[in-house]
């Protein structure tokens, strides 16, 4: 899907380029609300809400970005206020900082299968600030740094480098097993 525009730009209805989208993109929303949001129902209600905001923000879109840039600015803005709300609830959110500091386990457990690594991967996400988040679910997406550059506001070399240190985290904690700081 890198590069492309699923609609065209003539005069498409606020509904028909909802539709369109949610075609399109419908599968990364999914997976970008799954790294917003560990709790089911939850879930549900983040994606639910992130449809409702993207249909509605059509009636701005003035293509002054890609749609597929236009599509992830809106998702992660919506997720990143769920989570803003939440962690006032919560108040478990972790800096990058915090998560390089955390020591990796000890006792070298192996995966057992693949979905465990998945929710080991999750979780890791999930505990990280939004911003943070935005960054490494829209890298997983894949997406390049000027594009997520384009989303956040942050320069293409500041994204390089948080990909770069996050994707390190990862690595550190699965191959000496992490733990799961709660």
Request: a neutral charge; charged letters at 25%.
């Amino acid at each position: 899907m890198r590069g492309t525009e699923p609609i065209s730009s003539g005069d498409v209805s606020q509904d028909s380029r909802y539709e369109q989208v949610a075609d399109a993109y419908g599968a990364s929303l999914d997976r970008l609300a799954r790294a917003y949001e560990l709790d089911f129902e939850a879930r549900r209600d983040l994606l639910q809400d992130i449809h409702l905001h993207l249909w509605r923000s059509f009636a701005y879109f003035d293509q002054r970005c890609s749609l597929r840039t236009w599509v992830y600015r809106v998702a992660h803005n919506v997720a990143t206020g769920h989570v803003i709300r939440q962690s006032r609830l919560r108040n478990r959110l972790v800096s990058i900082e915090s998560i390089e500091s955390m020591p990796g386990s000890d006792h070298g457990e192996h995966l057992a299968s693949q979905n465990q690594a998945l929710e080991r991967l999750e979780t890791l996400i999930q505990r990280l600030k939004p911003l943070d988040r935005h960054i490494i679910v829209s890298y997983l997406e894949g997406m390049d740094a000027g594009s997520i550059s384009a989303i956040t506001g942050l320069s293409p070399a500041n994204i390089a480098m948080k990909v770069h240190r996050i994707k390190n985290i990862l690595k550190r904690w699965f191959s000496e097993g992490g733990h799961h700081a709660e």
